[in-house]
């Protein structure tokens, strides 16, 4: 499954962090490290969740694949919850 950013949300990228931006309520989310990672690879390189996936299976091989599943669905229904992120309809 691909997502796309939500009409309302702004984002900026710096070096360390990405800053998220929600119109609707002004309200700001910092994303560092994993998070970070993660969301450039699913609304910069455009991946789906699978491939999100298997390129942090490559990036943190000690951390078991049932783990980096569940962060990476957790982290997405987080920000689907907060209305930052739509699930595409292919």
Request: charged share 25%.
């Amino acid at each position: 499954m691909k997502y796309s950013i939500n009409p309302w949300i702004s984002h900026r990228k710096y070096v360390s962090e990405v800053v998220i931006i929600n119109e609707l309520d002004k309200t700001y989310r910092f994303l560092r490290g994993t998070a970070m990672i993660i969301w450039n690879l699913i609304v910069e390189a455009r991946l789906s969740d699978d491939e999100v996936i298997e390129t942090l299976q490559i990036q943190y091989p000690s951390t078991s694949p049932e783990q980096i599943k569940i962060d990476v669905f957790g982290f997405i229904a987080n920000l689907i919850d907060s209305r930052i992120l739509d699930q595409e309809i292919e």
